[in-house]
């Protein structure tokens, strides 16, 4: 339904930064929650972060906690996975998606009804 487009993705030595954006093209993001998933080859598709549609409820999964802040700008229908203290463990592609809804659930990937393309990130010296 909703078409979302991942960029930012990159190389980044291990302990750099990088941030991830998430946007629609010709649909607005207000009203749904976006969340980020992770999948490296040969591991579970990983919940990342989440974020309510307005924006005041966010979740993390542990292994990111403290490390991944996700945000939202609907004025510029984006939403943003800022990474701090990059660890070779974050290499995967990771992906946005969206439903509409309460973000109650919004770590479990059946939850959502729209996916981008992903965008890949390899953390490595």
């Known amino acids: 339904q909703l078409q979302l487009v991942e960029s930012g993705g990159g190389l980044v030595q291990p302990g750099g930064s990088l941030r991830l954006s998430c946007a629609a093209s010709?649909?607005?993001?207000?009203?749904?929650?976006i969340g980020w998933f992770r999948q490296a080859p040969g591991k579970e598709r990983e919940g990342v972060s989440c974020?309510?549609?307005?924006?005041?409820?966010?979740n993390y999964a542990d292994s990111v906690k403290g490390r991944f802040t996700i945000s939202r700008d609907n004025g510029k229908n984006t939403v943003y996975l800022q990474m701090n203290s990059l660890k070779p463990e974050d290499t995967a592609v990771y992906h946005c998606?969206?439903?509409?809804?309460?973000?109650?659930?919004?770590?479990?990937?059946?939850?959502?009804?729209?996916w981008g393309q992903g965008t890949q990130v390899t953390v490595s010296s």
């Open positions: 998606a969206a439903f509409r809804g309460l973000s109650s659930g919004c770590m479990l990937p059946n939850r959502y009804d729209s």
């Open positions: 010709r649909f607005t993001l207000d009203g749904y929650v």
């Open positions: 974020i309510s549609a307005g924006g005041g409820r966010t």
